[in-house]
């Protein structure tokens, strides 16, 4: 079954860039990731699908400062323009036939 | 556009039981699978069960398997969760969620908090 690694933690200032990172495990490079966003005291907002091609379709909303990319195993979430509302703990999340839903253990972004 | 109204949880006594709804509205409800996901306090997302279409699958987490079951009435837009031989581990909060079979979950619901505790 696959295993959705994340760092715990990112942070980077406002108004650069950043690049969050989702790690499959090995034997899963191909599966199709979607990265959420969960604002502090908030429900997660779904932002993407991302294939392991690289394509991505975001949510309805989604600002065009969230892109995603892929290489391999590893599935990339980047947040241009950095805001103080893009400070949240943001979660990719799989699936599989054998152990369904599936969610990396989320990384908390600060932004500085 | 798509929404995911929860209600019910609240606070429950070790054992006791509980019953977590969740309208929709926006979509045709009756198209898609849906899901429950729970997060415990400070910690990160843990899925719990999805539900077919049309009811006629179901699937859950080993660790509600036999005390937690999935429902939905395509007739009135809603889905259901009854929780019981509740245990303090459950303490959390649920949240509904649209999820596209095979590929990924698209929106959520605004999370109801579940407490177990004497």
């Known amino acids: 079954q696959p295993v959705l690694t994340q760092s715990s933690s990112a942070s980077a200032s406002l108004g650069s860039s950043v690049k969050l990172t989702c790690t499959l495990s090995?034997?899963?490079?191909?599966?199709?990731i979607a990265w959420h966003q969960q604002q502090p005291g908030k429900a997660p907002r779904y932002l993407m699908k991302l294939e392991g091609s690289g394509n991505y379709n975001k949510g309805s909303g989604v600002p065009d400062r969230f892109s995603g990319s892929s290489s391999g195993a590893d599935r990339y979430l980047t947040i241009s323009n950095l805001q103080f509302e893009d400070e949240a703990d943001y979660y990719c999340?799989?699936?599989?036939?054998?152990?369904?839903?599936?969610f990396g253990g989320g990384t908390k972004l600060t932004v500085l | 556009q798509v929404q995911l109204a929860q209600s019910g949880g609240g606070l429950v006594k070790p054992g006791g039981s509980l019953r977590l709804s969740c309208t929709a509205s926006g979509f045709t409800f009756s198209d898609y699978y849906m899901s429950w996901i729970r997060q415990a306090p400070g910690k990160g997302l843990e899925w719990v069960s999805y539900i077919s279409s049309s009811s006629s699958y179901t699937n859950y987490a080993d660790s509600v398997k036999g005390r937690f079951t999935i429902s939905r009435d395509n007739a009135k837009n809603s889905l259901y969760m009854q929780m019981n031989s509740l245990r303090a581990e459950d303490t959390a909060v649920y949240f509904c969620?649209?999820?596209?079979?095979?590929?990924?979950?698209?929106?959520w619901g605004q999370g109801t908090l579940v407490t177990v505790s004497s």
């Open positions: 090995s034997g899963h490079s191909s599966y199709i």
């Open positions: 969620a649209r999820w596209i079979f095979g590929v990924v979950i698209d929106y």
């Open positions: 999340e799989t699936w599989d036939s054998n152990t369904f839903v599936v």
